[in-house]
T-cell receptor, first 113, second 115 residues
Framework: DAGITQSPRHKVTETGTPVTLRCHQTENHRYMYWYRQDPGHGLRLIHYSYGVKDTDKGEVSDGYSVSRSKTEDFLLTLESATSSQTSVYFCAIKTQGRNTEAFFGQGTRLTVV | AQSVTQLDSHVSVSEGTPVLLRCNYS??????LFWYVQHPNKGLQLLLK??????LVKGINGFEAEFKKSETSFHLTKPSAHMSDAAEYFCVVSDQRDTGNQFYFGTGTSLTVIP
């Protein structure tokens, strides 16, 4: 699992409240990603980071922000949660070089009511 | 730009029969290609990957895939399905020259294995 931990694993929140999901890695990888998984869509990229304080938007970034103040932590914030953000969220890291591979966290199931 | 098309959203096979999950990709460069598996309520596990070495790639649990550049395909096969193979399978493309080194996912194929 490349030392990836997501927290919390499950969360129920109310519409309009802010929510922060945390991804922690222990192996000093440069690239980190946040995806959401929804039926019929596979995994879609929300935001990614290519270093401390270096982040960029993915395919479905509206309503989300991220921060990376330390190599090991990548935070995803829903500034004002909506029901359309009910989903399973996965954090990933990517190893570099010829033998590149992505490793995923166990996922966070978020329900917005 | 990269993209992946998984041609079947659902595949159903009988236990002991061959499995074929189809994947076509689009890539501007020389891609790396992957198959990941996700069992119910679990995370994603790498089955196998192609990163410009041998075009026939062997993975875990008896799965293999062949990279065919002329057909832009990377189909996943297994000679004999097992009940434990029932899961969601994702074909993924990536290229290190692509901005952000992103992984692009297909929409997934749900494999059902009938006893």
């Amino acid at each position: 699992d490349a030392g990836i931990t997501q927290s919390p694993r499950h969360k129920v929140t109310e519409t309009g409240t802010p929510v922060t999901l945390r991804c922690h890695q222990t192996e000093n990888h440069r690239y980190m990603y946040w995806y959401r998984q929804d039926p019929g869509h596979g995994l879609r990229l929300i935001h990614y980071s290519y270093g401390v304080k270096d982040t960029d938007k993915g395919e479905v970034s509206d309503g989300y922000s991220v921060s990376r103040s330390k190599t090991e932590d990548f935070l995803l914030t829903l500034e004002s949660a909506t029901s359309s953000q009910t989903s399973v969220y996965f954090c990933a890291i990517k190893t570099q070089g010829r033998n590149t591979e992505a490793f995923f966290g166990q996922g966070t199931r978020l329900t917005v009511v | 730009a990269q993209s992946v098309t998984q041609l079947d959203s659902h595949v159903s096979v009988s236990e002991g029969t061959p499995v074929l999950l189809r994947c076509n990709y689009s890539s501007s460069y020389s891609p790396s290609l992957f198959w990941y598996v996700q069992h119910p309520n679990k995370g994603l596990q790498l089955l196998l990957k192609y990163t410009s070495a041998a075009t026939l790639v062997k993975g875990i649990n008896g799965f293999e895939a062949e990279f065919k550049k002329s057909e832009t395909s990377f189909h996943l096969t297994k000679p004999s399905a097992h009940m434990s193979d029932a899961a969601e399978y994702f074909c993924v493309v990536s290229d290190q020259r692509d901005t952000g080194n992103q992984f692009y996912f297909g929409t997934g194929t749900s494999l059902t294995v009938i006893p």
